[in-house]
């Protein structure tokens, strides 16, 4: 059976600006480090794989003079702890309801469902924050179908390829039948490393990245009646009306990996 592969923040909700980031400058706040992301400067953050790597971005020399951490174990223990505690205040989000599915998740889940394939999330964010936003986009019923591959379970987070090859080795499919759902560039670059084929729904944050080597690029799948998917990159002339459907995700499975073509 083919296997459709999601990522998880900015693909399931709008989960970076309306909860990574306040959870994390409530984090910042809780332990009294000086620091506040703005929105323009958390844009560029999220370029950087993984919450706690995000964290020690900030200890800069000064910073880490400041906050005593200038040795290796006491930062570590110190991200550690902010981590922890930014993943409890994020998962306080999610349940709030304040970051809304994407647009056409809970939908092609449960088509893709129906039609016998196999679901899973493939993530950089810790797996209770990604478990909590799943079950929220698309239903505890649902969420218990999907397998969850997130967190330090790899060596190296996106761009590296290593969650979803991951992924494909504990699925026991084959790249040839797997599709990814992206929203980021670094996912994009991770999923083709794996030798996968990879829808793109743009997020806030990444509408503006280079997605060259993707199937098809859309603002959201869309849902008939609602948000209608707007087509930004169709290389292969895949063709939609509104709405990424099941069919859709048939062609693209149908389509050539990057690692047998060229991207046309």
């Known amino acids: 059976m083919p296997a459709l592969i999601f990522d998880c923040d900015g693909?399931?909700?709008?989960?970076?600006?309306?909860g990574h980031l306040p959870a994390f400058n409530q984090t910042f706040a809780d332990f009294g480090v000086p620091v506040q992301w703005s929105v323009d400067e958390y844009a560029e953050k999220?370029?950087?794989?993984?919450?706690?790597?995000?964290?020690?971005?900030?200890?800069?020399?000064?910073?880490?003079?400041t906050l005593g951490l200038q040795d290796a174990d006491a930062a570590d223990r110190a991200v550690l702890a902010w981590h922890q505690r930014?993943?409890?205040?994020?998962?306080?989000?999610?349940?709030s309801g304040v970051m809304p599915p994407r647009p056409g998740i809970a939908r092609i889940v449960q088509e893709a469902h129906d039609a016998g394939w196999t679901l899973a999330v493939a993530s950089t964010s810790a797996e209770p924050a990604v478990r909590a936003v799943l079950q929220h986009a698309v239903g505890d019923d649902l969420a218990a179908s999907f397998s969850v591959?997130?967190?330090?379970?790899?060596?190296?987070?996106?761009?590296?390829p290593d969650i979803y090859l991951l992924a494909l080795r504990e699925l026991g499919v084959d790249p040839q039948d797997a599709l990814v759902v992206e929203d980021?560039?670094?996912?994009?670059?991770?999923?083709?490393?794996?030798?996968?084929?990879?829808?793109?729904?743009?997020?806030?944050?990444?509408?503006?990245?280079?997605?060259?080597?993707?199937?098809?690029?859309?603002?959201?799948?869309?849902?008939?009646?609602?948000?209608q998917a707007e087509v930004l990159a169709d290389p292969y002339g895949v063709g939609l009306s509104g709405t990424v459907t099941l069919a859709t995700l048939q062609t693209l499975l149908a389509l050539p990996t990057t690692h047998e073509t060229e991207t046309p």
Not at 86 to 95: C, D, M, N, R, S
């Open 149 to 160: 591959f997130a967190g330090d379970i790899v060596p190296a987070k996106k761009p590296a």
């Open 11 to 18: 693909v399931l909700a709008d989960t970076e600006q309306y």
């Open 46 to 65: 999220v370029k950087i794989g993984g919450g706690k790597e995000r964290m020690r971005s900030i200890l800069t020399p000064s910073l880490a003079e």
């Open 184 to 227: 980021s560039a670094n996912g994009l670059r991770a999923a083709a490393g794996a030798g996968l084929r990879t829808l793109v729904t743009v997020s806030g944050f990444t509408r503006g990245e280079d997605f060259g080597g993707a199937a098809l690029v859309v603002s959201s799948l869309g849902d008939p009646g609602r948000e």
């Open 86 to 95: 930014k993943t409890e205040v994020y998962k306080g989000l999610v349940a």
